[in-house]
């Protein structure tokens, strides 16, 4: 069980480390509620809590209450997935890094 919890906490690690490198790129959000948001990613901590600046959703006939708003938190916790540019991945950091993690256990 402990084995478990500490490869969580490494991935929650690894995944925030790996986010904090996309700042300033354009990334979409689609939350658990099916909600899309796509914008800048300013910021992203430990619990994977995002922030997006000059945000815009995917259905805006669907959402006409955000269309005033220009940024927004995301609570890791209501995240089901976070689309980046195909360019903005490095595959092969990517692959170091979790071999890197994956040896100091």
Known sequence: KDCVLELLRLGKMLF???FKTLVGKEVTVELKNDLCITGTLHSVDQYL???LLNI???EPQKYPHLMCVKSCFIRGSVI???Q????EVD????QDATRREADKK
């Open 16 to 18: 925030c480390s790996f």
């Open 56 to 58: 815009r959703v995917a």
């Open 49 to 51: 809590n995002i922030k």
């Open 84 to 87: 980046i540019p195909e360019k």
């Open 91 to 94: 595959t092969v950091l990517l």
């Open 80 to 82: 089901r997935y976070v």
